[in-house]
């Protein structure tokens, strides 16, 4: 079972901030918060990663609390081709296995 | 740079047939999944290869399913004989490392049973 808590659907204005949410109360201290996304019909696409610091990439920038027990996606400048399902996933750094859950759908409107 | 590439796209066959799915993965990558994606279920690990070696197939939902990888840059899903409730869209991913290096996808087969 997935490990993580997700709001199932999320919408956004077009160029505004997305600001996706995650819970994950009961992650490990090895355990890593994983960001993938689905736009659809096409496979998963790989977002970002972080442990416990703050992460940025030319993508989005993941957010997670002091006590690890949530994360927050941030998706700077949502455009129309953000629209996709968004899952945040728990997992070892070494071995371990990418368990989706449902994740959240985002809709960004013009 | 070619990502993971699936063949083929669309498959529809009847029931009882044999069915064959088709994965190439990253050149370099190895680490090798395949995954299901169905409404009811979402998405599955099925298996997954290191180097060639299947490591992990307890996702597999039953004997009528087999993977093979005769080699770093071929992978094989075989379902036979095929059945309705098998109809989904398969993925197959890759991954340097299992580590914190992330999976590649590739766009999936999609599998319709009749």
């Known amino acids: 079972d997935a490990k993580t808590t997700q709001p199932p659907s999320m919408d956004c204005a077009e160029g505004r901030a997305a600001n996706l949410p995650c819970n994950h109360s009961?992650?490990?201290?090895?355990?890593?918060v994983y960001w993938y996304r689905q736009i659809h019909s096409q496979g998963p696409q790989y977002i970002i990663h972080?442990?416990?610091n703050n992460e940025t990439n030319e993508m989005a920038s993941l957010i997670i609390t002091e006590d690890r027990k949530s994360s927050t996606l941030i998706l700077p400048h949502a455009t129309l081709r953000d629209t996709a399902v968004y899952y945040c996933i728990v997992r070892v750094a070494q071995g371990g296995k990418l368990i989706f859950g449902q994740g959240t759908e985002l809709s960004v409107k013009p | 740079d070619a990502g993971v590439i699936q063949s083929p796209r669309h498959e529809v066959t009847e029931m009882g047939q044999e069915v064959t799915l088709r994965c190439k993965p990253i050149?370099?990558?190895?680490?090798l999944f395949w995954y299901r994606q169905t409404m009811m279920r979402g998405l599955e690990l099925l298996i997954y290869?290191?180097?060639?070696?299947?490591?992990?197939d307890s996702g597999m939902p039953e004997d009528r399913f087999s993977a093979k990888m005769p080699n770093a840059s071929f992978s094989t899903l075989k379902i036979q004989p095929s059945e309705p409730r098998d109809s989904a869209v398969y993925f197959c991913a890759s991954s340097f490392g299992q580590g914190l290096k992330p999976q590649h996808f590739g766009d999936g087969t999609r599998l319709s049973i009749l």
């Open positions: 050149s370099g990558h190895d680490y």
């Open positions: 290869f290191n180097n060639n070696v299947p490591i992990d």
């Open positions: 972080g442990l416990k």
């Open positions: 009961t992650i490990s201290g090895n355990e890593y």
